[in-house]
């Protein structure tokens, strides 16, 4: 891994009550994203996952229907760490989440059901901090940006509206994981050890990837450029684009 570009400016999160985060999969969003979630509930923030698959092809010698049921009890154990009660996971497949308006509308439902002030997703590149991005986190990035516009638009998908009560609804703030960093969520050691931990609950997953970087050092690692980037101890780095 490398650090993220310098220097990185501390985001300002003062107005925000409620964070939808929005990924593809189980263990999404442990790989530094928790750390901030859990400093985000620590102090009363209302923050809520929306995962578009279950991750039931994640696990190469396990049948998909085994898997499924297990990643998402790991999701549920991971978020209770971090002070997440609002887990929903979506029956989008497992590496094959379609680019189409279907993976939009459920998100900006989601979105018109919660309404965030920030909604957190993963990055759209190509090419991310641990190398080529999986189809499905592409996927995921570029849909979640398209139905934060759709769910602030009152004549898309107006059935949300008409026929189930939604109202429309503008997030202020997109908050991106990955490269390209702008903005850094300044993080307690607290928050940083359970980010670890709720990593450490996809025990299953994990261990069926034997190479795989302890949580421990990886978490450490990105929390620490971080917050050299950004002058603090320890901070996620984000890129952070003014929606609404």
Not at 43 to 53: D, F, M, N, Q, S
Not at 95 to 113: H, Q, W, Y
């Amino acid at each position: 891994m490398t650090a993220p570009h310098a220097p990185l400016e501390i985001f300002d999160d003062t107005g925000i009550h409620r964070v939808l985060c929005v990924v593809a999969h189980p263990d999404d969003m442990e790989y530094g994203g928790s750390a901030a979630v859990a400093e985000w509930t620590s102090r009363g923030v209302e923050v809520a996952y929306l995962l578009l698959t279950a991750g039931e092809a994640g696990i190469r010698d396990r049948a998909p229907e085994e898997v499924g049921p297990l990643r998402a009890e790991e999701q549920r154990d991971a978020c209770a760490i971090v002070g997440v009660d609002e887990l929903t996971i979506l029956d989008f497949p497992d590496g094959l989440v379609p680019a189409d308006t279907s993976v939009r509308e459920a998100i900006a439902r989601r979105i018109r059901e919660f309404r965030p002030d920030a909604v957190v997703s993963q990055t759209w590149e190509l090419e991310a901090r641990w190398g080529l991005n999986h189809v499905d986190h592409r996927h995921t990035g570029i849909a979640t940006v398209d139905a934060l516009r759709d769910a602030d638009n009152p004549w898309v998908f107006r059935e949300q509206i008409t026929e189930d009560g939604l109202e429309a609804w503008a997030t202020k703030w997109l908050l991106v994981t990955g490269p390209a960093g702008t903005h850094a969520v300044p993080l307690s050691n607290a928050s940083v050890n359970k980010g670890i931990a709720s990593l450490e609950a996809h025990k299953v997953y994990l261990a069926a990837l034997p190479d795989h970087m302890a949580p421990g050092e990886m978490i450490n690692q990105i929390t620490a450029d971080g917050g050299a980037a950004a002058g603090v101890e320890r901070a996620l780095p984000v890129r952070a684009i003014r929606m609404g």
